[in-house]
């Protein structure tokens, strides 16, 4: 895997906004396994694939469309990300971490991660929402290793509101009107790619876990230590193992996100309507 600076960062964060002239940022999204998001309302601009954004070779992935789309509403803009990078597939931490770091690059003052995860809380049923107030991370990584520490303060960032209050509190509400079923939780971020056994599965439910994946975290910090504030949005696609009674399948997620997709768009409107008009 080629090194990735945060010179190189900078460069494809300026080559980006060239290219694009994007505007005044309202957020940036990012869309999990088999998510698909969209800003009704606001008129679809460019689509960029990832290999063109970032100086670093992009894997394909199963549910994940590897591009980024502006969405414009007079001068107002969104970011979607459509799929993300994950440890797993071989990315460095500070890959993983480079999509919320353009954003805040770009001048995104809100990250929203949607995410899709094995739910180890019988009363979060496959299909039902959790809006995450809180991670484990057993990554064994950070975003923040290196020269990515000395690249800008703070040094040691905090992470004791690293999910915003207010924007939980907003989505808890649109995710409601949208039709989900909706709680709030704390999201376990393993490595992967395999599933977690059941006896890891019971270990991360006593230790206070609601919803296990494999993503998410690293964005999250590099996020925060942006000043961005962050929202997730975890779609629990399945039990977890040991919970469901069955093999676990990566079709049992994508089909998951495909019928979430018409209230997740929904869920987005509220969002973002929320964030243009300063309620969130």
């Given at each position: 895997?080629?090194?990735?600076?945060?010179?190189?960062?900078?460069?494809?964060?300026?080559?980006?906004?060239?290219?694009?002239?994007?505007?005044?940022?309202?957020?940036?999204?990012?869309?999990?396994?088999?998510?698909?998001?969209?800003?009704?309302?606001?008129?679809?601009?460019?689509?960029?694939?990832?290999?063109?954004?970032?100086?670093?070779?992009?894997?394909?992935?199963?549910g994940h469309t590897p591009t980024v789309t502006v969405?414009?509403?007079?001068?107002?803009?969104?970011l979607v990300f459509n799929g993300r990078f994950h440890?797993?597939?071989?990315?460095?931490?500070?890959?993983?971490?480079?999509?919320?770091?353009?954003?805040?690059?770009?001048?995104?003052?809100?990250?929203?991660?949607?995410?899709?995860?094995?739910?180890?809380?019988?009363?979060?049923?496959?299909?039902?929402?959790?809006?995450?107030?809180?991670?484990?991370?057993?990554?064994?990584?950070?975003?923040?290793?290196?020269?990515?520490?000395?690249?800008?303060?703070?040094?040691?960032?905090?992470?004791?509101?690293?999910?915003?209050?207010?924007?939980?509190?907003?989505?808890?509400?649109?995710?409601?009107?949208?039709?989900?079923?909706?709680?709030?939780?704390?999201?376990?971020?393993?490595?992967?790619?395999?599933?977690?056994?059941?006896?890891?599965?019971?270990?991360?439910?006593?230790?206070?876990?609601?919803?296990?994946?494999?993503?998410?975290?690293?964005?999250?910090?590099?996020?925060?230590?942006?000043?961005?504030?962050?929202?997730?949005?975890?779609?629990?696609?399945?039990?977890?193992?040991?919970?469901?009674?069955?093999?676990?399948?990566?079709?049992?997620?994508?089909?998951?996100?495909?019928?979430?997709?018409?209230?997740?768009?929904?869920?987005?409107?509220?969002?973002?309507?929320?964030?243009?008009?300063?309620?969130?």
């Amino acid at each position: 895997m080629e090194i990735f600076t945060p010179r190189l960062l900078e460069e494809a964060a300026h080559a980006f906004a060239d290219r694009l002239a994007t505007g005044k940022l309202v957020g940036a999204f990012v869309a999990g396994s088999g998510i698909s998001l969209a800003a009704p309302g606001w008129e679809k601009g460019p689509e960029t694939p990832y290999a063109e954004v970032f100086p670093f070779p992009v894997f394909e992935l199963p549910g994940h469309t590897p591009t980024v789309t502006v969405w414009r509403r007079g001068d107002a803009e969104l970011l979607v990300f459509n799929g993300r990078f994950h440890l797993y597939q071989g990315y460095s931490a500070a890959q993983v971490a480079a999509i919320p770091r353009l954003a805040g690059l770009l001048g995104s003052p809100v990250y929203v991660a949607t995410n899709a995860s094995g739910s180890m809380d019988r009363a979060a049923l496959p299909g039902s929402l959790v809006v995450v107030r809180d991670h484990l991370n057993f990554q064994g990584t950070s975003p923040l290793m290196g020269e990515w520490i000395r690249w800008r303060p703070p040094t040691f960032p905090d992470l004791t509101d690293a999910y915003d209050p207010n924007l939980r509190a907003v989505a808890v509400r649109c995710a409601r009107e949208a039709g989900f079923a909706v709680t709030e939780g704390v999201y376990v971020a393993t490595l992967g790619a395999n599933y977690e056994t059941p006896a890891e599965v019971e270990a991360y439910r006593r230790m206070g876990g609601t919803v296990v994946g494999m993503s998410t975290v690293q964005e999250v910090i590099a996020a925060r230590h942006l000043g961005m504030r962050v929202l997730v949005l975890s779609l629990a696609t399945n039990m977890a193992a040991g919970i469901a009674g069955r093999p676990l399948t990566h079709t049992e997620v994508l089909e998951a996100g495909e019928a979430a997709r018409a209230r997740l768009q929904t869920l987005l409107q509220g969002l973002v309507a929320e964030l243009c008009s300063g309620g969130a």
